[in-house]
DNA sequence: CTCAAGTCTGTACGACCGTACACACTCGTC
DNA sequence: GACGAGTGTGTACGGTCGTACAGACTTGAG
């Protein structure tokens, strides 16, 4: 408008696609051995490309881990939006916790290195923060803030075991775990939110 | 005895000082950026120390978390071993999900680290594996198997959102929660083990 | 003491990494 | 077509890393 073009990137879309080829990496060899290579190699861009996009290796882990972290939240309230009722909640939350749905190998591993890294980066350990906010927001549509916690913590900490149990989870046992939690909800304290 | 002495280290205890600093840079600096010159530096000792007693970075990693797991397991298991009731072993539980004792930021650090790494690291792999099933192990002192997996899964995972939480966690909460699935008990299946 | 056998270490090398930057390319404007 | 502002890239450099290894050191036996 002012006479010549700008800001008008030549290859729309690439930033994502590098951020997406760097959750790939970091899924395969860990966030330990992550370099700017692999991920180039993989997104099959040349290696300058990310050093023109991102400001160095923490920032470009920080947009993919935020990137993650959004992709997560949203498929997260998603589930529990199509729940009516709160019987079909607590259905949503057994999902969470055993289908292979939400956690897939790949997201899982993910997911570890985020925690991980979350406590050496500051820029992660608020996505981190955010997204526990938001999965706790989630719950909340259909339950009580003290349910909604302690299903959170249930959401977080058999997937975990699944990971690296041989077995696959009891999917009755989590339903009449869940079940025990919702039912006991209304005594359930909030202390606080 | 068969004419020269063999296998008498110079300075006994040395691997383990290795192992106990490298359990502290990586608490510090994380798995991605703990290099053997920071390990040597830290524990005291020349670099070629490192070498000599590890086959490896992969190898002295592996071998720091299984002091890390070992050290965890047996407080652990001394904390439940301590209680005398199920409801004391409720009282321990929720110790170990919200007292200071059990998971202290280094150690939450570290667990964190373990998990992610053991993603990528067949031995790290089994350790943590062993590890969950000590933990398990130990609740069943107490519990029924499943009541026992259902709170490993809540003990796993209501620390972890803890560490980024910037509240402190809700202690009647907890020990609500831990009591409904305990009471929930004698109706949680236990299909498998 | 002397002497090996075995324990340890200081140094150096090749590999790989992150990053800077001079240059090539693209495309709206004229 | 020519221009030039802005977009994108290939290469090369300094630095750090893991690791090998020649040799110094320690120690019990003779």
């Known amino acids: 408008m002012s006479g010549t073009r700008r800001e008008i990137p030549n290859d729309p879309g690439r930033k994502e696609r590098i951020l997406d080829a760097a959750l790939d990496v970091i899924s395969e060899c860990g966030v330990h051995s992550t370099t700017h ?9 040349p290696l300058g490309s990310l050093t023109y996009y991102f400001d160095g290796m ?37 999902e969470l ?17 985020m ?14 923060r955010t997204w526990l906010e938001r999965s706790r927001d989630s719950l909340a549509l259909h339950f009580t803030p003290g349910v909604s916690r302690a299903l959170d913590a249930l959401i977080e900490g058999w997937p975990m075991h699944r990971a690296f149990a041989d077995a696959p989870l009891d999917r009755r046992l989590v339903t009449e775990t ?4 919702v039912t006991a909800g209304p005594r359930l304290s909030t202390d606080r939110a």
């Open 58 to 94: 923490a920032d470009l882990l920080a947009q993919a881990f935020a990137r993650l972290s959004d992709t997560m939240s949203r498929l997260y309230r998603q589930t529990l939006l199509s729940a009516g009722s709160t019987a079909e909640a607590e259905a949503a939350v057994v």
């Open 97 to 113: 916790i055993c289908g292979p749905a939400y956690a897939t190998e790949r997201d899982m591993t993910l997911i570890f290195e």
């Open 37 to 45: 290579r692999k991920i180039a190699a993989r997104a099959d861009v």
């Open 178 to 181: 869940v079940h025990a939690i």
């Open 115 to 128: 925690y991980a890294y979350a406590n050496h980066n500051a820029a992660v350990s608020v996505t981190t």
